[in-house]
Nanobody, 123 residues
């Protein structure tokens, strides 16, 4: 069993930055894949970024590439999503997830989810 708790969301002006955190517990953190997803009202949950423990590879959606950065601190069992140059279209509830069975960008492949944190970007 894995528990995930997100934090760091809030209201920010367009062009601003936020850093989301996802604290994990209940399993060896350093050997599990982590992903960030977001869901805006009326839309399907979409992939944002992912970290693979094999090789330490990172992956990003095209819409956030160059603006967002995923990282992890194994000592703190925490994964971060640094979001820069935020746009109004980034407004959504952001979720972290882990225990992936398939492709990193498919939210249906992740078993454990956090409760989400709201990010609102005003223009």
């Amino acid at each position: 069993q894995v528990q995930l708790v997100e934090s760091g969301g809030g209201l920010v002006l367009a062009g601003g930055s936020l850093r989301l955190s996802c604290a994990a517990s209940g399993r060896t953190f350093s050997s599990i894949d982590m992903g960030w997803f977001r869901q805006a009202p009326g839309k399907e949950r979409e992939f944002v970024a992912a970290f693979s423990w094999i090789g330490g590879n990172t992956f990003y959606a095209d819409s956030v590439k160059g603006r967002f950065s995923i990282s992890r601190d194994n000592a703190k069992n925490t994964v971060y999503l640094q979001m820069n140059t935020l746009k109004p279209e980034d407004t959504a509830v952001y979720y972290c997830a882990t225990d992936r069975a398939g492709h990193y960008s498919d939210y249906r492949q992740y078993r454990y989810w956090g409760q989400g944190t709201q990010v609102t970007v005003s223009s």
